[in-house]
């Protein structure tokens, strides 16, 4: 979270909060005004326009991710939605034919399965619904039961030395009931008596599209709603489109069929995909290899293995029992010493039909590994039926400890079952082999059974089943040894498993150092990089039979049915990402700067990274809400895959649908085009190069025309806005799409994209619980607006997440209210000939146009480069203080404001925080008598920053400054008061300065990196005096930053300006400003004055001292 802004940091609600809400409501009522003028002049369409000669304007088309309209649009839509629409904006100020187009998204998993959860509470509970935990009795059971669950987890944890998690004991989550009940969500947001039409998924793609447009407006977003629409087939126009898309991805052979493995949910019957995930966005499969360690007849006669006994006996058990760890490294099974089993843990033996064997595994992984391909080749799955899986027994951990097992590869020929504390039920198997040459949690576990007899001994494991089994070196890696977990262990001094940060650490450097440059030394690979050898050795152990492959989640995946996913094999249509030339392309693309830009170096890295790790995306589902497959129609494509080009579909919507017709009603079609005229020609001839128009069309041949052109002056789009968590998924998949439909013309690809992080609220996640969850309308009502657009700019714009500040929204309401009365006032109700005008302007005059000029550019940079924060700081707050300086000046020097001055400052602040402020900026433009609409009118036209006065004027701020601390020290009866100035340093610190001068490169601005050591050697060898070296290497170092600050300038021998001049043209402003009845500026160097030396010596060029006694 980005640290608050000096200003921001500084202001204080206390004395100058609104009394009542009477600001607020001004700012509201003004901003409902400005809104009705904007839609009733159409402000914000855009269409192309071209200059005489027929070039088109310079345009600039922003857009932003329809949100999912299962809901009302809540402060997290907000914040991520204010840089497009700041953006937007700050281009049409600037002369730019800016659109900003919005959608709303509809396909998917959620909506339908929020109206089938609806669907069955009514038919359950009835209308409305008596849900049973309204029923005190049965909450209290209810209640009681979770208690249970929680302290059974906690006592389960205790049992192992795990750390429990807090488990719900109240019914307390998102709808204050503990279940969440779908009607209790929609009772927050629609009139109970309209919920039961909620069981149609159609009726919210009727209800909440158009409230979004409704708070959108309300939000002063700047839109051209004409081209607005949803998604799914209900509009037929966008389904064309869709299907458009997809023939054309098929023709380029991007969208293929067969099996793959993918995230798949078995309640809901396919894969599930991020959009359909409650739970674990991002999260792809993971592969793994189940080792299969064949059970041995138990040989100690412990009683514990009687259930294991009678398994091997039966017909099912005498094919073969396995433990099967599920590892990521293959290629060091040669040094397995035993086997670690979970002893609270909870297994089952299951019948795998594909082998004719039994597997020993967790639920969960088998629940898994039933959805999964043995040989997906030949189409054989490990069970019969696809996602059941025969359980024959159960076995606790502690019924699986000390059994003897054939491990394929290993050097001993028996190895047997140890105990595990820490291994998590939730990942693998629930069963892990130990290779404690290079695994540094297996050989501290291992050792700390053999150092401790008495724990050994606990679990029932006798010393002959763990001291006969050494280490076996397998891996040599260069400066680690050939066992490098011994070594990191001994290293990092890590003696058991409380050590989990030093056992982290020492894991990921074994594990990396040994696939990048470890070699093996064991087993017929021998002499081969483990990165070499490590497929080999997979592919050997599964053509034999001693290994299978399985596939996970990476973590955690939770649809949003609330089942948690797998990962399964299944028949799929999908999307080819990854693909070589395909990557190639869009990977060429984006880190060309001249092609690409995505505002922040973190970002791209994360594009880079991506385009490394997408591979083929499964793009169909047989379940939910959008466009059929056009050529297979069991398959609907899903909600990430057709949401990829739709930037395209904005520049002709408006052809198609028009305003107030999101669904794409024919009737209300612009141009009476139906939906079965949509046909691939048409589309074709619309957005490909070199497609003839179409002949015997239903749509107007010079209404095609005008498509097609539109398109082409609008594409390329300019800028996409997002929050960060679509990088890995939806932006980078839309610059996939964009590269393969325009394969052949890359200049219409993406130009920008610019990410966010998440928003906090007061420093704090968003939460109902903590009670501040906002939603968009309720904090528009709250503090308008603009108060809310301030706020959310000011919450900062990096990738780290930003903070909404309430107060922050409170003090913009008393800001924005008091500058525009101010402001108001002086330009329209203020006595002309009480106000200066001319050129002859003062000091402070100069410094206030001066400002002005160097905000307008500094504020266009930050706008420029997506810095809103910092424009904001420069463009709001920075224009403060330069506008009350130089009224403070004028006021304590009893001078006349400059009408012209003042002006120029009012009209060039109202601009520049027009993106952000826009109402504020329309209503106030009007108020001062300027023609048209604020929001087009240009940017600030300004002269170039005159760096000498900046620095005059920063030389006045802070010799005033200083002046005030010295005043402040001033003992009682000091009356005569004195500025010294000096013109020139001593000969020690010019020198310094000849020194610096030596060292700095003009071309770039800077000193060298050796700079702070050059200095120590340079005054050691140079400063005769020893006691000046520390003050000249202090100096010195004063002096780098200010050149860091004002450039060269600031190692000037002598001050550029003339200090007396400034200071005599504001002696009585400083004497206001500090209270005195007099006050001289006076040379440091006049002998009349005698000025003792301890005075003397802080006075240097542009630095004053106030001389008081």
């Keep these: 979270m980005a640290p608050p802004t000096p200003e921001m940091a500084n202001l204080s609600l206390a004395g100058n909060a609104p009394k009542g809400t009477a600001k607020r409501d001004a700012l509201c009522a003004a901003e409902v005004e400005v809104q009705a003028m904007w839609e009733r002049e159409k402000v914000f369409e855009c269409n ?8 088109k304007d310079d345009k600039f088309i922003t857009t932003f991710p329809y949100p999912y309209s299962n809901g009302h649009l809540h402060l997290g839509h907000a914040f991520s939605l204010t840089k497009a629409v700041f953006r937007a904006q700050f281009e049409r100020n600037r002369g730019k034919n800016s659109l900003f187009p919005f959608a709303f998204h509809c396909t998917g998993m959620p909506i339908q399965a929020a109206a089938n959860k609806l669907k069955s509470e009514i038919e359950l509970y009835g209308t409305p619904p008596q849900f049973p935990e309204e029923d005190p009795a049965v909450r209290a059971k209810m209640e009681a039961e979770l208690a249970a669950a929680a302290k059974a987890k906690a006592d389960k944890a205790a049992a192992t030395g795990a750390k429990a998690k807090g488990g719900k004991t109240k019914l307390v ?18 009139p109970e008596d309209e919920i039961p039409q909620f069981s149609d998924p159609v009726h919210w793609l009727r209800y909440f599209p158009p409230i979004g447009v409704e708070h959108m407006k309300r939000f002063g ?65 993971q592969e793994y290899v189940l080792i299969k360690l064949k059970v041995l007849a138990p040989d100690h006669g412990q009683e514990r293995h009687g259930k294991m006994e009678k398994l091997l006996n039966t017909e099912e058990g005498k094919k073969g029992v396995y433990l099967v760890p599920a590892t990521l490294r293959p290629e060091t099974m040669y040094g397995q010493t035993n086997c670690f089993i979970l002893p609270t843990g909870e297994y089952g033996a299951y019948y795998i039909d594909a082998t004719d064997e039994v597997f020993i595994m967790s639920a969960r992984s088998a629940r898994g590994l039933a959805c999964q391909a043995y040989d997906a080749a030949n189409d054989i799955y490990f069970t019969k039926e696809f996602g059941k899986i025969t359980q024959l027994e159960t076995f606790s951990g502690d019924e699986l400890l000390g059994l003897p097992l054939s491990a394929p590869n290993s050097t001993y020929e028996k190895v047997y079952t140890l105990p595990l504390l820490t291994i998590s039920m939730g990942k693998g198997t629930g069963v892990v082999t130990s290779v404690p040459s290079d695994a540094p949690d297996d050989h501290v576990a291992l050792q700390a059974l053999k150092d401790k007899p008495d724990f050994a001994a606990k679990y029932g494991i006798t010393p002959d089943m763990v001291e006969p089994f050494e280490v076996v070196p397998i891996i040599s890696i260069e400066g680690y ?22 056992l982290a650490q020492a894991k990921d450097e074994t594990y990396l150092k040994g696939f990048t440059i470890g070699v093996m030394t064991y087993g017929p690979y021998s002499g081969k990089k483990v990165s070499d050898a490590k497929p080999l050795i997979k592919d050997e152990m599964i053509k034999a039979g001693q290994a299978h492959l399985y596939f996970e989640p990476e973590s955690k995946v939770v649809s949003r049915t ?31 700067d001249e092609k690409f830009t995505a505002y922040d170096t973190a970002s791209l890295e994360k594009y880079d990274a991506t385009l490394d790790w997408l591979k083929e995306w499964a793009c169909t589902r047989q379940f939910g809400l959008g466009t059929f497959l056009p050529w297979d129609k069991q398959w609907v494509i899903e909600s990430l895959s057709d949401s990829t080009i739709y930037m395209a579909y904005y520049t002709i919507a408006h052809y198609l649908q028009g305003e107030n017709n999101l669904n794409g009603e024919e009737s209300k079609s612009p141009e009476n085009i139906k939906v079965g005229d949509l046909t691939d020609d048409v589309f074709n001839y619309i957005y490909r190069k070199g497609f003839p128009l179409p002949e015997g069309s239903g749509i107007a041949s010079d209404t095609l025309t005008k498509m097609r ?65 906002l939603m968009m309308l309720e904090t528009i009502n709250k503090y308008s607006a603009d108060a809310t657009r301030f706020s959310c700019a000011d919450a900062g714009d990096t990738l780290d997440d930003a903070n909404f500040s309430r107060d922050t929204a409170n003090a913009a309401i008393i800001s924005l209210t008091n500058e525009a009365a101010w402001i108001k006032e002086f330009l329209t109700e203020t006595d002309k000939s009480t106000l200066r005008s001319g050129d002859d302007l003062n000091f402070m005059e100069k410094v206030l146009e001066n400002e002005t000029n160097r905000l307008v550019k500094a504020t266009e940079e930050c706008y420029e480069g997506m810095q809103f924060r910092e ?113 020139g340093y001593p000969e020690w610190k010019i020198n310094a300065l000849l020194w610096m001068q030596s060292q700095y490169n003009k071309s770039s601005g800077s000193f060298p990196p050796t700079f702070m050591k050059d200095l120590k050697v340079w005054s050691t060898a140079n400063v005769s005096d020893k006691k000046k070296i520390k003050l000249t290497m202090q100096f010195v170092s004063f002096m780098k930053r200010e050149v860091d600050e004002v450039g060269e300038m600031g190692m000037d021998i002598k001050c550029p300006f003339d200090q007396s001049a400034i200071l005599n043209e504001s002696v009585a402003y400083i004497k206001a400003q500090l209270n005195m009845a007099e006050l001289s500026v006076a040379s440091v160097d006049d002998p009349e004055l005698a000025v003792p030396d301890r005075t003397s010596q802080n006075v240097s060029p542009g630095k004053p001292v106030l001389w008081m006694r």
């Design 871 to 983: 424009g904001l700081q420069k463009g709001w707050f920075e224009m403060m203080i330069a506008k009350n300086n130089y009224k403070s000046w004028c006021h304590d020097s009893g001078i006349a404001m400059h009408e012209g001055i003042v002006r120029k400052w009012a009209e060039s602040l109202i601009i520049l925080i027009c993106p952000i402020c826009p109402h504020w900026s329309e209503t106030l433009w009007k108020d001062i008598g300027k023609e048209g609409f604020a929001v087009r009118a240009p940017w600030p036209v300004v002269g170039e920053e005159d760096k000498l006065l900046t620095r005059q004027a920063k030389f006045l701020r802070d010799s005033l400054k200083n002046f005030r601390t010295s005043a402040g020290k001033a003992k009682k009866g000091w009356k005569t008061a004195t500025v010294l100035v000096a013109d």
């Design 562 to 592: 609330n089942d948690e996913c797998v990962v399964a094999s299944t028949d799929q249509w999908y999307l080819a990402y990854g693909e070589e030339s395909w990557c190639s392309a869009v990977k060429k693309h984006v880190l060309d």
């Design 48 to 55: 192309p326009s071209y200059d005489s000669s027929g070039k």
């Design 221 to 285: 977003s700047g839109v051209d709603w004409r081209r607005a629409f949803i998604t799914t087939s209900v509009n037929g126009y966008y389904d064309a489109f869709i299907r458009w898309q997809f023939n054309v991805l098929r023709e380029k052979g991007k969208v293929l069929f067969g099996k793959r493995n993918n995230v798949y949910s078995i309640v809901d019957g396919q894969v599930c995909a991020d959009h359909d995930r409650s739970e674990g966005e991002g999260v792809g499969p």
């Design 173 to 190: 989550q998102k709808t204050g009931t503990g279940i969440v009940r779908q009607w209790n969500i929609l009772k927050r947001m629609v």
């Design 481 to 502: 040894g050939d066992a490098s977990a011994v070594f990191m262990c001994e290293k990092l001094g890590i003696k058991s498993f409380n050590d989990k940060a030093k």
């Design 709 to 773: 052109d539109e398109f082409r002056y609008w594409y390329p789009m300019d800028l996409r806005v997002s929050a960060k968590d679509l990088i890995p998924n939806h932006l980078t998949m839309a610059l996939y799409n964009h590269a393969a439909i325009w394969d052949d013309e890359p200049e219409l690809w993406p130009r920008g994209y610019y990410t966010n992080g998440h928003i906090m609220v007061d420093a704090q996640k968003m939460s109902k619980s903590k009670g501040n969850f």
